[in-house]
């Protein structure tokens, strides 16, 4: 036995963004002060320099497969890959000013972001059950930490807490069903587990999928596992909040992803009642829940579990040949467009939390006349995720309902009517905060900060605010991502 | 195989009633303690499955450092160290019992239901696949990719907990 | 019985041996010591001092050191299936483990520049 095949140009995003995480850490170490500085350069500028690679083998367009299929970097891993790696990019915008201005620790907060984006990067690729369990590990396990980077606020420390103990559980359900369907399959690669698909024990194979399922439903706060959600987006930091609710969410359905569609598919009947319950639970509780909240955060946090509900629908319906593709191709489109409109609001809040101090939802109040280009850029996202044209929203919602009628079976009709529904509840939350800033005049609350937005918060927003017009009106741009993920499959 | 079956029981037996021992102390320091004879229970029977690198790995990682990391964890909180009954405990008991049967239940339904009646039969050459030598061809050839994202894994536990525990 | 259970039996048997001669030991002592009970008798012995009942909380600093000692075994586990292997691994395997012990390392580094080395 030689030596494994190595794909140098395959592997160079992972092995940029590791190296620039190593760096930001020595500059951190190395310069006391001056090196802090610089580190979130060095962050924002290396997942720039790790996003190259994964353009110039996107333009190669070749699938590269590694360690016995492993290790597969093709159009579906790079589209995530690159997805990753501008979420994370934002993300270091939305942080720049809110840590440098807190009494945060700043090289470790970007050392342990990058690991995170990092161990996404690898999710992206890994087609083996190890592989992602590792991947999975690396992009929460920073997480838990930046959770409760506000040391001194007994809130982050609930909020880090509390996610540290479900996410550490849901690790445990989920590495147990990953232990037995490798015990049904003799294998960890994907591609053997749905060849074998639990051999004669289908019944122990649907206990395992469940498991797993369990185990990813946790991460993308699914109910009846998002309890931690709305507590913890609320505690930690609110970039930390953001990151969570978008790439780590995203992380958790990726993974889902690639083990229904690579590994599970040949038995529908196992997984297929399971992500429908889930899919049809997130939407009702979370829509639900949202209505009731006064904390912009905690609405948000609600109002992500309702859009991972939808994110779900397509996933849920996606069970036989016919329906797969658009099903796939609809959690992807999802993904990509809840990303850029869900960290655009959170960019928004943060802006609005440095002017006001506050997350209430009525500290919103006068906003069109305070500051009226944020008011606008702010309705356009909540426009967009309640699914109103001419945003992105409603593509999303497109794909999504586009999946439910390719499947036509009863069950897809039943949770399409239910998606339906709910999109309408989901216009009262979001309209109140519209209203908010428009109808109502500025609420006095006393201690206020600077009005001023900075400029990496302008940028994260054009960023954002870019892609879902842009998307809102040429939505052919992602439905060939889309296209050209499942090209192969 | 009968004295492989013996030997089976016997250590799932301790390791059931260590592990009762574990939540049902009510000094945490016993309860590690307890955790230290489920982890050696759960070695041996590696050693009964010819994973004799795991089996070790267990003794090295779990009875060795998983449990230093316990103690020292015990030592910060306020808990107590003397017998002061209900005071570990919470209201959820009859939630969780019955939770923990269901599952007790569900798992052992389907476990018997798919693997009841196989036979294992092992032969010193089966002892080559649990070794040192191929459990490391395993992971410096096949996981190469996992085994490099470990070291940035537990690099960041590293920078988390000691930016968590610094003062300055 | 293979021969694999059997060199294990002779760790299973020292270990009961082990078990066996503690418990004969307490035992016997159990049975031949006098018995005479006394408050101050069942007071832990604190270097004469008396004990303040619960213990001291520790402080969250020596909690690093635990995890350091955790992150350098799990990294020791590692070089064992390494080490047999490493001729057939190569300078590939050298590689790899100098990859892994080097970000390691760097985290040994920063703790240390940061100071929560310093015991005091």
Known sequence: MGTPYFDYHALAPVIVLAAVALLALVVDFVWKDGGRRAVPQIAGIGMLLALIPVFTLAADGETRVMFGGAFVVDNYALAFAGFFLIVGYVAVLLSYDY????????????????????????????????????????????????????????????????????????????????????????????????????????????????????????????????????????????????????????????????????????????????????????????????????????????????????????????????????????????????AAMNMGAFA?????????????????????????????????????????????????????????????????????????????????????????????????????????????????????????????????????????????? | MWEQQVAFWVIAVAMAGAAIGVVRANNVVHAALFLIVVFAGSAAQYILLLAEFVAWVQVLIYIG????????????????????????????????????????????????DAFGGTELRFRDSMVEVGSAASVGDSIFRQFVIPFEVVSMLLLAALVGAVALARRD | MTEFYRSYLAVAVLILAAIGMVGFMLGLGRLIRPVRAQEQKYIPYEAGSDPTGTFGQSNVRYYVFALLFVIFDVEAVFIFPWAVNLESLGWFGLVEMTIFVVVLTLGLVYAWRKGVLRWA
Not at chain 1, 110 to 116: K, M, Q
Not at chain 2, 75 to 91: F, V, W
């Open chain 1, 99 to 338: 840590i440098d201005e807190g009494d945060y620790y700043r090289g470790e907060y970007y050392v342990l972001l990058l690991t995170s984006v990092l161990g996404m990067v690898v999710l992206a690729s890994a087609r083996d059950l190890i592989t992602i369990f590792v991947a999975i590990e690396t992009v929460t396990l920073p997480t838990f930490v930046l959770a409760g980077w506000r040391k001194h606020d007994i809130r982050s420390n609930e909020a880090a807490i509390k996610y540290f103990i479900i996410g550490v559980l849901s690790s445990a359900v989920m590495l147990y069903g990953m232990s037995l369907i490798f015990g049904l399959s003799n294998s960890t690669l994907l591609s053997e587990i749905g060849s074998v698909a639990g051999g004669d024990n289908p019944a122990l194979f649907a206990v395992a999928i469940f498991l797993t399922l369990a185990g990813f439903a946790f991460k993308v706060s699914a109910v009846p596992f998002h309890f931690w959600a709305p507590d913890t987006y609320q505690g930690a930091p609110l970039p930390v909040t953001a990151f969570l609710s978008v790439a780590s969410k995203a992380a958790g359905f990726v993974a889902m992803l690639s083990v229904v569609a690579l590994g599970f598919f040949a038995s529908p009947n196992s997984w297929q009642p399971v992500i429908w319950v889930l899919a049809a639970a997130s939407i009702v509780v979370g829509n639900l829940a949202a209505l009731r909240q006064t904390d912009v955060v905690r609405m948000l946090a609600y109002s992500s579990v309702a859009q991972g509900g939808f994110i779900l629908v397509p996933l849920a319906v996606s069970g036989d040949n016919d329906a797969a593709r658009a099903g796939f191709q609809g959690v992807l489109v999802y993904i990509l467009i809840y």
């Open chain 1, 348 to 489: 928004c809040v943060i802006a609005n939390a440095r002017r006001t101090r506050s997350t209430e939802i009525q500290s919103f109040s006068g906003l069109g006349r305070s500051n009226p280009a944020m008011a606008v850029v702010f309705t356009v996202f909540l426009f967009s995720l309640a699914g109103i044209p001419p945003f992105a929203g409603w593509f999303a919602k497109f794909v999504m309902f586009r999946a439910v009628l390719d499947a036509g079976t009863t069950a897809a009709v039943v949770l399409g009517v239910l998606a339906a529904v709910f999109s309408v509840v989901a216009f009262f939350y979001y309209g109140t905060v519209i209203r908010r800033m428009w109808f109502h005049a500025a609420v006095d609350l006393g201690d206020t900060g600077s009005p001023r937005v900075p400029g990496a918060l302008v940028a994260a927003m054009a960023i954002t605010t870019t892609v879902v017009v842009v998307i809102g009106v040429y939505p052919q741009l992602f439905a060939k991502i889309g296209d050209l993920a499942f090209r192969a499959t």
């Open chain 2, 65 to 112: 450092a998983i449990i230093v990391l316990f103690l020292f964890g015990v030592m910060l909180t306020r808990a107590p160290m003397r017998e002061e009954r209900g005071k570990l405990d919470n209201s959820q008991r009859l939630a969780s019992a019955v939770v923990a049967l269901f599952l007790f239940g569900v798992l052992a339904v389907f476990l018997i």
